[in-house]
């Protein structure tokens, strides 16, 4: 069954490059994506949201994709700055897009179906992959 709410997605900017930089083990968390990680299980449980692809507590969460049932985009809002200042005090950079649309609540199983499933998952991802080709680093919220 589909309901209204919010579609989320965030994506760490060119993160590959600052773990060779900083010597970082890929498959490890560091301080960057443990700290996202544990932002992410914070929103989700505050707002009751499904992740639908990207927490990773063995690895680091490099990338999330959100669904919120019930919730308008800009009451996510404060707690999406929240989570870019945080990243950014870390010397990281994320890009966050907040949407509205029809939620199906369902984790996908994979990475394609998370981003793809639905057309305001793909109104989403083209936001974000726009707004990554314009150097990221920024939040969209509708």
Not at 42 to 61: E, H, N
Not at 76 to 102: N, P, S
């Amino acid at each position: 069954m589909l309901v209204e709410g919010t579609i989320v997605m965030m994506d760490l900017d060119r993160f590959e490059e600052m773990t060779v930089e900083r010597g970082w083990d890929e498959y490890k968390p560091n301080i960057v994506t443990g700290t996202l990680t544990m932002l992410v299980e914070r929103l989700a449980s505050r707002w009751g949201a499904v992740v639908l692809y990207g927490l990773d507590r063995v690895r680091g969460t490099e990338e999330a994709v959100l669904e919120v049932p019930g919730v308008e985009p800009r009451m996510l809002e404060e707690d999406l700055r929240e989570i870019y200042w945080e990243i950014r005090r870390l010397g990281a950079c994320i890009t966050i897009v907040a949407v509205k649309g029809f939620i199906g609540g369902r984790a996908p199983g994979d990475r394609r179906s998370a981003y793809e499933g639905s057309s305001d998952r793909r109104r989403a991802k083209r936001i974000l992959s726009s707004l990554k080709r314009r150097g990221g680093c920024r939040i969209y919220v509708e």
